[in-house]
């Protein structure tokens, strides 16, 4: 039992597809707060990077895993103006990629989901709020894979832990906490 797990483990691995590609895409954040004495209009930024693909023969399965510079905009709307937060991602997907009877090489949808890890290497923001230097999110999404090379995808990222935290408020004003949401629309090359 134990040489057929190998050699099925052995064959699938060798069969197993590795791509390297480049990213690029807008995201649209939003801020969501734990109390509700401010909101954060959404904002749109800019996302780019390297990806590397590895796809499992014929189960469509595949795991995508990128290192992305992400830019976030935020506008508050208790006064404050437009801040800025710069990000290292590196989400790390699960992915099922659907075979079109026929059209297979030629277009694959698929969905993915999977965990965000982020670490944060610059900011402008108010001296009242302070900003994790690292952040988890909870990827979900779809998109279509074209001619074998070009995928097109969209997904919703819903933050697990706070990205921001307000510091140094008199015992008059709560303390606030809020936590990343964001649609991100990118293209991929793979080679």
């Not at 780019?48 to 590895?54: F, H, P, S």
């Not at 832990?161 to 303390?175: F, G």
Request: net charge negative.
């Amino acid at each position: 039992m134990l040489a057929l797990l190998l050699t099925l483990v052995t064959t699938i691995s060798s069969q197993a597809e590795l791509r390297l590609g480049v990213k690029g895409g807008v995201t649209v954040n939003e801020l969501r707060f734990n109390r509700d004495v401010m909101n954060a209009d959404n904002r749109a930024g800019f996302t780019g990077g390297l990806v590397a693909d590895l796809s499992l023969p014929v189960t469509g399965l595949g795991v995508e895993a990128s290192l992305l510079y992400t830019h976030r905009d935020n506008e508050l709307s208790d006064g404050y103006e437009t801040f800025k937060r710069d990000y290292i991602d590196i989400p790390v997907h699960v992915r099922l990629k659907f075979g079109i009877l026929g059209l297979g090489k030629v277009i694959s949808p698929y969905v993915f989901t999977g965990p965000s890890f982020s670490i944060l290497f610059h900011d402008d923001m108010p001296s009242n709020y302070d900003n994790s230097r690292t952040y988890t999110s909870w990827d979900i999404g779809g998109g279509v894979e074209l001619l074998n090379h070009l995928r097109v995808s969209a997904s919703y990222a819903i933050g697990f832990t706070k990205a921001m935290r307000s510091v140094n408020l008199d015992y008059e004003k709560p303390s606030v906490q809020g936590k990343d949401r964001y649609w991100t629309l990118t293209a991929a090359y793979l080679f």
